[in-house]
Structure formats: structure tokens, C-alpha cells
């Protein structure tokens, strides 16, 4: 029935179609309508932004995507350049004038509008190898990345931040130390995937950053690489033994040369003088803190060694005794090894010795 219908239907259309041409002599024409006219595209007052394209493809109304802006300079992508070209503030930030308003009023109301001036402040601080412009950086962490600038400009490592604004052992950012002594030895303080990317930057061989774990990190290896290229002036390497520690317990020994990279820290306190080892990989946690004397012999305060909540070892200077040797391989501090030495003092428990050989990653001033 409903097959019918449509014949029907479709038949009385195409009748009343051809009927119409007869129809012309008794029913007057009308001039046809013309189209509405199209609505006229809206010019943008500045600082509007444009609307989004219908085809939804997220690139604004009437912008060639593939074309860059050709109002905004080519970016430059190492901080030396960036230092070299530097003026003043002001010509600096509208140089990083952000290109997108919605970007801008994002950064408004999280309470970043002044990242621009903070930035360009890190570009100043570089520029005039001083830590000054530092002190007006809004933002904690640029702050520390502006001291980081400066460290690094002026090839002096004292300048770089603390690892932790409440425990001084830990020495300084060792990136930033790597990257002021032009020497990758205190990378082996970072994690594995930074310390990649930390060797790589001090090194700049690209190459080294296809042993990071994943795209991403790679990625970052690579921008760390081209930031911090031209710092670093051809500098020989200084050889060095290979760092080591080795455990001896009546059980057997376990080698922890994995750790021994990370370098100790060497702290002064008013008159005292310590040396601090304190390294975590993995499941493993190796402390060692030793009081030197005036001829910088230790006296050891404490060895702990854990594995996985374990404890494979915890002794103080009651259980055994520390020796603590200083070697200076040449003038740099870079070069500066400890060789460290604890003996138990007898052996009823399981210690029986622990020797450490590890470059010397920080020298650290500490107030009374």
C-alpha cells in the first residue's frame, strides 16, 4: 500500500509540474526572489580573538595554518643567544609577546600575568651574569632557574640553588653544578632519565638523549641540549678512578657501585666540618655522615644501609671507626675525590667494612 502511495504522489507531482508553463497566460509572474545577502565577516577589534573555523578543526576563522606569523621574530632557542641579544626588560618581552589573547587571559587569572617580565629576567640574569635580577623573579620555581642562569654564565658553582631550602647536606642542584663546572660527573646525582639528559646538556651531543626511556623524555633531553648550547668551550676531561663501594658483612659482600657516582657532600658548620653521603636508587638507601677533624681524618656518626625497608646495616661511631681521604687530582673542584674507609670495630656483628670512593659533588657553607 505504502509502494502505491509514493507512485501516486510522485505522479500528481510531475502533472502539477508540467501543468505550470499553461498556466503563464492566466496567472501573473512575480520577478523571483532574490538571495539574502551574506553577512559580512566582522574585522576583529585588536585583542579579539578571532572565531574558530566551522570545520571545527580548531584554527581560527580566515588563518592559514601552515603559514607562520609573519609579525613575530623566529625564536631563538638557546639561552646564550637569547643573553646576547638582550637590552632592556621591555624589548625583551615583547620579543615573547604571547601571540594567542585567550593564552594571555588563562595565565591572567591563574595569577601569571607577570611571567613574561619573570622570564626575561632569567634572559637579564644571563646577560649580566648577576644573580640582581633574580631578586625581582615573582615565580619560586623561575627564580631558581634564574640563579641557575647566572650559575651557569659566570661558570661558578657557589651561585647554584639548594637541592632542599631545609637540608643543606644535600648540596646544590646538581644540574646546575654540572652545568657551571662544565663537568658531568654531579649528573650521576639524578635519577637515571635526568641524568641522561643532564650529561647530554653539559656534553651537547644530541646523541646521548636516544637513551632516554620514552619519546617524551627525549623530547626534553633535546630542548635541554639546545638551552644551555653555547656555555661550554672545548674542556678536556680529567681522569678520574671510577667510583665505587663495596660492602663487607660476615655474610658475604654487595657491591653498590651504582651509587657511588652520586658524590658526597662536604659541609661546614662554624668549626666543624662533615661528610655527607647520602644516596637513593631504586630499592637501596646508603646514609653516611662522618665528622672530620682538623687534618680531615673522620670520625664516623653514622652508616645505615637499606634495601627495601630492610636494613642491612646501621652503625655508628660506637661500632666502628671511619677514615677520610681527600684527593685532588688537579686545581678544579670538579676533580676532588673522597676515599672513606669504616671498620667495625670488632667483629661480633655483621659489619665488617664499607669503602666508599666517590667524587666530591658539593662543598657546602652552612650557618651555625
Same mark, same amino acid.
Given at each position: 500500500?505504502?509502494?502505491?502511495?509514493?507512485?501516486?504522489?510522485?505522479?500528481?507531482?510531475?502533472?502539477?509540474?508540467?501543468?505550470?508553463?499553461?498556466?503563464? !497566460?492566466?496567472?501573473?509572474?512575480?520577478?523571483?526572489?532574490?538571495?539574502? @545577502?551574506?553577512?559580512?565577516?566582522?574585522?576583529?577589534?585588536? *585583542?579579539?580573538?578571532?572565531?574558530?573555523?566551522?570545520?571545527? !578543526?580548531?584554527?581560527?576563522?580566515?588563518?592559514?595554518?601552515?603559514?607562520?606569523?609573519?609579525?613575530?621574530?623566529?625564536?631563538?632557542?638557546?639561552? =646564550?643567544?637569547?643573553? =646576547?641579544?638582550?637590552?632592556?626588560? =621591555?624589548?625583551?618581552?615583547?620579543?615573547?609577546?604571547?601571540? !594567542?589573547?585567550?593564552?594571555?587571559?588563562?595565565?591572567?587569572?591563574?595569577?601569571?600575568?607577570?611571567?613574561?617580565?619573570?622570564?626575561?629576567?632569567?634572559?637579564?640574569?644571563?646577560?649580566?651574569?648577576?644573580?640582581? @635580577?633574580?631578586?625581582?623573579?615573582?615565580?619560586?620555581?623561575?627564580?631558581?632557574?634564574?640563579?641557575?642562569?647566572?650559575?651557569?654564565?659566570?661558570?661558578?658553582?657557589?651561585?647554584?640553588?639548594?637541592?632542599?631550602?631545609?637540608? @643543606?647536606?644535600? *648540596?646544590?642542584?646538581?644540574?646546575?653544578?654540572? #652545568?657551571?663546572?662544565?663537568? &658531568?660527573?654531579?649528573?650521576?646525582?639524578?635519577?637515571?632519565?635526568?641524568?641522561?639528559?643532564?650529561?647530554?646538556?653539559?656534553?651537547?651531543?644530541?646523541?646521548?638523549?636516544?637513551?632516554? @626511556?620514552?619519546?617524551?623524555?627525549?623530547?626534553?633531553?633535546?630542548?635541554?641540549?639546545?638551552?644551555?648550547?653555547?656555555?661550554?668551550?672545548?674542556?678536556?676531561?680529567?681522569?678520574? +678512578?671510577?667510583?665505587?663501594?663495596?660492602?663487607?658483612?660476615?655474610?658475604?659482600?654487595?657491591?653498590?657501585?651504582? #651509587? +657511588?657516582?652520586?658524590?658526597?657532600?662536604?659541609?661546614?658548620? *662554624?668549626?666543624?666540618?662533615?661528610?655527607?653521603?647520602?644516596?637513593?636508587?631504586?630499592?637501596?638507601?646508603?646514609?653516611?655522615?662522618?665528622?672530620?677533624?682538623?687534618?680531615?681524618?673522620?670520625? #664516623?656518626?653514622?652508616?645505615?644501609?637499606?634495601?627495601?625497608?630492610?636494613?642491612?646495616?646501621?652503625?655508628?661511631? +660506637?661500632?666502628?671507626?671511619?677514615?677520610?681521604?681527600?684527593?685532588?687530582?688537579?686545581?678544579?673542584?670538579?676533580?676532588? &675525590?673522597? &676515599?672513606?674507609?669504616?671498620?667495625?670495630?670488632?667483629?661480633?656483628?655483621? #659489619?665488617?667494612?664499607?669503602?666508599?670512593?666517590?667524587?666530591?659533588?658539593?662543598?657546602?657553607?652552612?650557618?651555625?
Amino acid at each position: 500500500m505504502r509502494s502505491g502511495v509514493k507512485a501516486v504522489f510522485g505522479l500528481t507531482l510531475t502533472v502539477y509540474a508540467l501543468a505550470l508553463p499553461g498556466c503563464e !497566460d492566466d496567472e501573473p509572474s512575480f520577478p523571483a526572489r532574490p538571495p539574502p @545577502p551574506a553577512a559580512p565577516t566582522p574585522t576583529p577589534a585588536p *585583542g579579539d580573538i578571532p572565531p574558530l573555523s566551522p570545520e571545527g !578543526d580548531g584554527i581560527r576563522a580566515g588563518a592559514e595554518p601552515s603559514a607562520p606569523s609573519q609579525s613575530l621574530p623566529r625564536r631563538r632557542v638557546s639561552l =646564550a643567544e637569547e643573553a =646576547a641579544v638582550f637590552t632592556t626588560l =621591555a624589548s625583551c618581552m615583547d620579543r615573547i609577546a604571547l601571540p !594567542d589573547p585567550f593564552l594571555a587571559d588563562v595565565l591572567d587569572d591563574l595569577g601569571l600575568d607577570s611571567i613574561r617580565r619573570d622570564a626575561c629576567r632569567v634572559v637579564e640574569a644571563a646577560h649580566t651574569r648577576s644573580t640582581t @635580577p633574580c631578586a625581582d623573579v615573582t615565580l619560586e620555581p623561575l627564580a631558581d632557574r634564574c640563579r641557575v642562569a647566572s650559575a651557569v654564565a659566570r661558570g661558578e658553582p657557589e651561585l647554584c640553588p639548594q637541592t632542599s631550602a631545609t637540608d @643543606p647536606t644535600r *648540596g646544590r642542584d646538581p644540574l646546575c653544578l654540572a #652545568l657551571a663546572r662544565r663537568d &658531568s660527573q654531579p649528573c650521576e646525582a639524578l635519577e637515571a632519565s635526568d641524568a641522561i639528559a643532564c650529561r647530554a646538556a653539559v656534553r651537547q651531543t644530541h646523541a646521548l638523549c636516544n637513551a632516554s @626511556p620514552t619519546a617524551k623524555r627525549r623530547a626534553a633531553c633535546t630542548r635541554l641540549v639546545e638551552r644551555w648550547r653555547g656555555f661550554f668551550p672545548e674542556r678536556s676531561q680529567v681522569d678520574q +678512578a671510577e667510583p665505587r663501594a663495596t660492602l663487607e658483612r660476615s655474610d658475604g659482600s654487595r657491591s653498590f657501585d651504582a #651509587l +657511588a657516582g652520586a658524590g658526597v657532600v662536604v659541609v661546614t658548620r *662554624g668549626s666543624k666540618r662533615f661528610v655527607v653521603f647520602d644516596v637513593s636508587r631504586g630499592r637501596v638507601h646508603v646514609r653516611l655522615r662522618a665528622l672530620l677533624d682538623e687534618q680531615g681524618r673522620g670520625q #664516623l656518626e653514622r652508616l645505615e644501609i637499606t634495601e627495601a625497608g630492610s636494613v642491612l646495616v646501621d652503625a655508628t661511631g +660506637a661500632h666502628a671507626t671511619a677514615t677520610v681521604v681527600f684527593s685532588q687530582h688537579d686545581a678544579g673542584k670538579a676533580s676532588l &675525590s673522597a &676515599s672513606i674507609a669504616v671498620r667495625a670495630r670488632n667483629d661480633d656483628g655483621m #659489619l665488617r667494612s664499607f669503602a666508599l670512593l666517590a667524587p666530591v659533588r658539593d662543598v657546602v657553607v652552612q650557618s651555625p
